[in-house]
């Protein structure tokens, strides 16, 4: 059975400071891992999205990396601004759903706060 | 461009009502999707569409039903509630059966079913 896996569960940062969220999962077969962020009642938004062969990818203050080998990826935050409260999905996307598209596999989420 | 919109944003059935919830998007989505998100589990999907008149079942379709007449709405129905369905229901839509396509998420929908 695919699965996400998100540590930790929650984490609580000062402003300016960075922090690094984890991801580990099993989903076969393999197409892209993204993570989003999840406002606290808004839908995830994607933040980056990595294919086998990517092992880092930015956007801003965000950056992920992915080991395909040891089917890691983790999210590391810079400079934490209080609008970054919120929390981090990852999410793994295999290759076929029946009929088309592709399912994605979504981890818990890591709830970050970022306080002053 | 208001991206993928949900209706109502709320809403309180008692056991055994019925409601249709709403989902448009403007952006020229083949796919579509509806998800429901709990507490301390991942977002999991319920029904998708890939392509307008066609539907299949997702993950936990059992007590959902969904129906796309129109290319850019998909509605998600629930028959006969149960306390079972209270939950947060997310619409999304993506481009197409592309590897990096993105899908693109509505504000969602919190049922409450008392």
């Known amino acids: 059975k695919n699965q996400v896996e998100q540590s930790p569960q929650s984490l609580i940062i000062l402003e300016g400071k960075n922090c690094t969220l984890q991801?580990?999962?099993?989903?076969?077969?393999?197409?892209?891992l993204r993570w989003y962020k999840q406002d606290t009642g808004r839908g995830p938004v994607s933040l980056t999205i990595m294919t086998f062969s990517e092992n880092t990818k930015s956007n801003g203050r965000y950056t992920a990396t992915l080991d395909a080998d040891t089917k890691q990826s983790s999210l590391h935050i810079t400079a934490s601004q209080l609008s970054d409260s919120a929390s981090y999905i990852c999410v793994v996307s295999d290759r076929g759903l029946t009929g088309g598209g592709n399912k994605l596999t979504f981890g818990t989420g890591t709830q970050l706060k970022v306080e002053l | 461009n208001a991206g993928v919109t949900q209706t109502p944003k709320f809403r309180v059935l008692k056991t055994g009502q019925s409601m249709t919830l709403l989902c448009a998007q403007d952006?020229?989505?083949?796919?579509m999707y509806w998800y429901r998100q709990d507490p301390g589990m991942g977002l999991r999907l319920i029904h998708y569409s890939v392509g307008e008149g066609t539907t299949a079942k997702g993950e936990v379709p059992d007590g959902y039903n969904v129906s796309r007449l129109k290319k850019q709405n998909f509605l998600l129905g629930l028959e006969s509630a149960a306390p079972s369905q209270t939950s947060v229901y997310f619409c999304?839509?993506?481009?197409?059966?592309?590897?990096?396509?993105?899908?693109?998420f509505g504000p969602g929908t919190r049922l409450l079913v008392l």
């Open positions: 991801c580990n999962y099993t989903v076969s077969p393999f197409s892209n």
């Open positions: 952006m020229n989505h083949e796919y």
């Open positions: 999304a839509s993506s481009y197409g059966q592309v590897g990096g396509e993105t899908q693109y």
